[in-house]
Nanobody, 111 residues
Framework: QVQLVESGGGLVQAGGSLRLSCAAS????????MAWYRQAPGKLREWVAR???????NYADSVKGRFTISRDNAKNTIHLQMNSLKPEDTAVYYC?????WGQGTQVTVSS
């Protein structure tokens, strides 16, 4: 079954950290760029970070220096390490790859 499954969301205080994971089917993951997006209430979905099949990374300006995307090719998994979280990081975070989306995981940052 072709799928993306996110995990690791939750409630954290401002300044805290969370680590999101996304397990992907091999057909989605292998040799493909993967990415994280997020959607806050009442806002459009926005791109957060991407990682190429070779490990090159790019970040949205709003998370640069605080978030780190990585991939584990042996486990068909990507991660998003989120540090120094802010209330404005509150959103549903989605994993994306090969034109497919995960179901999303809620991240809530309290002030």
């Amino acid at each position: 079954q072709v799928q993306l499954v996110e995990s690791g969301g939750g409630l954290v205080q401002a300044g805290g950290s969370l680590r999101l994971s996304c397990a992907a089917s091999e057909s989605i993951f292998s040799n493909n760029e993967m990415a994280w997006y997020r959607q806050a209430p009442g806002k459009l979905r926005e791109w957060v970070a991407r990682i190429s099949s070779s490990g090159n990374t790019n970040y949205a300006d709003s998370v640069k220096g605080r978030f780190t995307i990585s991939r584990d090719n042996a486990k068909n998994t990507i991660h998003l390490q989120m540090n120094s979280l802010k209330p404005e990081d509150t959103a549903v975070y989605y994993c994306y790859g090969s034109n497919r989306w995960g179901q999303g995981t809620q991240v809530t940052v309290s002030s």
